[in-house]
């Protein structure tokens, strides 16, 4: 059974930084694409940055682009995503996803199988 656990989320102030960890067991993590996803109060949850098995090829939403990076290493078995100048806007809970179905990068929910419980980033302003 696949286990993810996430960590590193926290109460920051606009413009701040922080970098989420998630940390895979259960299975060989370095096959698959690994994604965030966010879940705000009152809303979908919504796609954040995704990464293949290599860590070759990534993808971030368009709210996030060049602020978030999303990176992983298979030898710890942990994928993170760097948060840079984060806004109000980011406050959510933060959620790794794993998706061992397909070898190319998934951007629903739907797609992936196996979750984490999540991590609250709350960005005041």
């Known amino acids: 059974q696949v286990q993810l656990v996430e960590s590193g989320g926290g109460v920051v102030q606009a413009g701040d930084s922080l970098r989420l960890s998630c940390a895979a067991s259960g299975r060989t993590f370095s096959n698959y694409v690994m994604g965030w996803f966010r879940q705000a109060p009152g809303k979908e949850r919504e796609f954040v940055s995704a990464i293949n098995w290599s860590g070759g090829s990534t993808s971030h939403a368009n709210s996030v682009k060049g602020r978030f990076t999303i990176s992983r290493d298979n030898a710890k078995r942990t994928v993170y995503l760097q948060m840079n100048s984060l806004k109000p806007e980011d406050t959510a809970v933060y959620y790794c996803?794993?998706?061992?179905?397909?070898?190319?990068?998934?951007?629903?929910?739907?797609?992936?199988?196996?979750w984490g419980q999540g991590t609250q980033v709350t960005v005041s302003s």
């Open positions: 996803a794993m998706d061992t179905r397909t070898l190319s990068i998934a951007r629903r929910p739907h797609e992936y199988d196996y």
